[in-house]
């Protein structure tokens, strides 16, 4: 029987072919009850399953395709610092105390995902480091600035500013003139978090369905009703955690998320004395079309830095060994063993969409390619809300995030000029 190819997202990826043990869930068949809906299988959806289940909360979790087919089982890995937006950019819009708040909310998602993984025996292949670069010399002022920033205002000690030198022997390439190394966070296998999630969700009471494809969500006598091919699920509030796959479903969240699609190749395991990465950080840079790579624990790199805003894949494997060669000239013969993608739910300012849609029905969503971390989180922060317990949702529901121009019909075309501007930026 050939592998299980997703039909949303282009190519196998290395991590399915690297999880063996991926489980399968029924389809719903019938009507059920609960107290949560949620929409969408992913890193939000099955956190929030979790925490709610373990409280008591009766939940249902009904996903289109399999966990994980979206972005959250076939991403970069890294789990990064902060926000999507440095503090100081947060700082000029929102003030020193707002800006310090959602950092240290993103401190405390960094500690939980790797504390949730403890307590629900879950390899999610941990390694710490990250280095983020300039790809220009102009950049690298920057780079200091927000060292000193964020050891001296924002009391995080674990960065510290590389100089081109430093730079390249920690890459092992020359390309970058500086950057910080965060000695602080990491990088995780993607899949294998979700698939431990899903199994912790089931352990706690959750109802698990894939390949249920939710057609329509309603109101019906205060209860939010959701509609599928072979039954009804009804439910007193319902969490829509589909981000970049939920526009036909939800047209609020939808107007202020737009799915773009990022890809990524993983080489084969790279020949011993390859000095690429040596000490086995992730990496990300300043392009506004990032380019963001990681070794495995085989020793394949990983490898990211494409995006279309079209259904269109192209030539993955062509454009990202390409991409390869041009940082690591010393590997670029070595081949690519797979090729992959997915759609990212991005918002006009990067930063996460938190909205109450409807009465009862919660949209979350738009990570900005900043979910590993966040996304997990918000996920529990739900559930802390639903039970009543805590409320630090709302510091992300207070943020303002602005709809996309264009309506249904221009908007995909219009954040296709400006991205391919932000691309040509990139270049000069």
Do not use: C
Not at 295 to 317: C, H, Q, V
Not at 409 to 423: C, E
């Amino acid at each position: 029987m050939a592998p299980y190819q997703s039909p949303i997202s282009p190519g196998r990826s290395w991590y399915e072919d690297s999880v063996p043990d991926r489980p399968t869930y029924p389809a719903l068949n019938g009507d059920r009850s609960v107290d949560v809906l949620i929409v969408g299988g992913g890193f939000t959806g099955l956190s929030a399953a979790v925490h709610l289940a373990e409280r008591g909360v009766s939940v249902a979790v009904l996903e289109a395709h399999r966990f994980g087919d979206g972005a959250s089982g076939r991403n970069g890995g890294q789990l990064g610092t902060g926000q999507r937006q440095w503090p100081e950019e947060l700082e000029k819009q929102y003030g020193f105390a707002r800006a310090k708040a959602l950092f240290d909310l993103a401190e405390d998602a960094k500690a939980h995902l790797l504390e949730f993984a403890s307590a629900n025996a879950i390899e999610i292949d941990y390694r710490p480091g990250q280095l983020s670069v300039a790809h220009k010399k102009r950049y690298v002022a920057d780079y200091r600035a927000h060292v000193e920033t964020m050891r001296e205002r924002y009391d995080y000690p674990h960065l510290s500013f590389m100089d081109a030198d430093e730079t390249a022997e920690r890459l092992g390439s020359r390309r970058y003139h500086g950057g910080a190394r965060d000695t602080g966070t990491g990088h995780i296998h993607p899949l294998k978090l979700i698939v431990g999630a899903a199994k912790a969700a089931a352990r706690a009471g959750a109802l698990l369905f894939e390949k249920t494809p939710v057609l329509s969500l309603s109101n019906e006598g205060g209860l939010v009703v959701a509609k599928t091919a072979n039954g009804t699920v009804r439910a007193e509030r319902a969490l829509v955690a589909t981000n970049a796959h939920g526009a036909n479903l939800e047209r609020q969240a939808a107007r202020h998320i737009m799915p773009i699609r990022s890809y990524i190749g993983a080489t084969e395991p790279l020949p011993e004395g390859a000095n690429v990465v040596p000490g086995g950080e992730a990496v990300d840079d300043s392009r506004f079309v990032v380019r963001y790579f990681r070794k495995a624990p085989d020793n394949r790199l990983l490898f990211g830095g494409r995006e279309t805003y079209t259904s269109e894949p192209g030539d993955i494997a062509r454009d990202i060994s390409r991409q390869i060669a041009e940082i690591f000239p010393q590997i670029a013969n070595v081949p690519l063993t797979h090729a992959w993608g997915g759609s990212v739910g991005i918002t006009m300012e990067r930063m996460p969409f938190v909205r109450t849609v409807a009465p009862g029905v919660t949209a979350i969503g738009g990570y900005s390619g900043h979910g590993v971390m966040m996304a997990n989180f918000t996920g529990r922060l739900y559930a802390e809300r639903v039970t009543g317990n805590r409320d630090r949702l709302k510091l992300l529901e207070d943020l303002k995030i602005t709809p996309f121009p264009g309506g249904g019909a221009l908007r995909a075309p219009l954040l296709f000029l400006a991205m391919s501007w932000f691309a040509l930026r990139d270049r000069f």
